[in-house]
T-cell receptor, first 112, second 115 residues
Framework: AQSVTQLDSQVPVFEEAPVELRCNYS??????LFWYVQYPNQGLQLLLK??????LVKGINGFEAEFNKSQTSFHLRKPSVHISDTAEYFCAVSPGFQKLVFGTGTRLLVSP | SAVISQKPSRDICQRGTSLTIQCQVDSQVTMMFWYRQQPGQSLTLIAT?????????ESGFVIDKFPISRPNLTFSTLTVSNMSPEDSSIYLC????????????FGEGSRLTVL
């Protein structure tokens, strides 16, 4: 079975500062990895995904994530955040059968 | 990608009643899923909606409580039966369109409050 751990429930940051949201996963098989964002009162939107190949994955809105197999991590980063990035971010893992297992989420709070 | 419409977007329900949530997709999809997001928590998979056969439920979820229909490749319903306040959640429909590489697309969710 797969599991996902998001180490930080909430990350406060000032506008234009860099941010890293941490995600670790556990799986006995190769997996696909995803980051989703949920803005208030909305559904989930895919930010980026790792399937194979390059371990550095670039997504929408200036976000990127790096897959580290030895550390079983898939941390999300952005070099300079905006107020509009305030949202809930979910890391998810899939063994390839479209059934995603989600982490508990990290609330990113960007203040001026 | 896929455009997913859910109805209702929100509702307030009385204890003991049932509510059916509809999910309509703008294209035919093989895989449809129903997730639950309880207040302040992550998403939990309820079941996989199978076209033309019974849904496949995850551990902790049963058909009597969450009956699901999937009459065709673009539509599904989830019923929350005999509701209690513990059923207050956001219920999300998600799909994996043909050609998608592993990711799911989500509707905007149906926010249910049970009094």
């Amino acid at each position: 079975a797969q599991s996902v751990t998001q180490l930080d429930s909430q990350v406060p940051v000032f506008e234009e500062a860099p941010v890293e949201l941490r995600c670790n996963y556990s799986s006995s098989v190769s997996v696909y990895l995803f980051w989703y964002v949920q803005y208030p009162n909305q559904g989930l939107q895919l930010l980026l995904k790792y399937l194979s190949g390059s371990t550095l994955v670039k997504g929408i809105n200036g976000f990127e994530a790096e897959f580290n197999k030895s550390q079983t991590s898939f941390h999300l980063r952005k070099p300079s955040v905006h107020i509009s990035d305030t949202a809930e971010y979910f890391c998810a893992v899939s063994p390839g059968f479209q059934k995603l297992v989600f982490g508990t989420g990290t609330r990113l709070l960007v203040s001026p | 990608s896929a455009v997913i419409s859910q109805k209702p977007s929100r509702d307030i329900c009385q204890r003991g009643t049932s509510l059916t949530i509809q999910c309509q997709v703008d294209s035919q999809v093989t895989m449809m899923f129903w997730y639950r997001q309880q207040p302040g928590q992550s998403l939990t998979l309820i079941a996989t909606a199978n076209q033309g056969s019974e849904a496949t439920y995850e551990s902790g979820f049963v058909i009597d409580k969450f009956p699901i229909s999937r009459p065709n490749l673009t539509f599904s319903t989830l019923t929350v039966s005999n509701m209690s306040p513990e059923d207050s959640s956001i219920y999300l429909c998600s799909v994996s369109p043909q050609g998608a590489t592993g990711e799911l697309f989500f509707g905007e969710g149906s926010r249910l409050t049970v009094l």
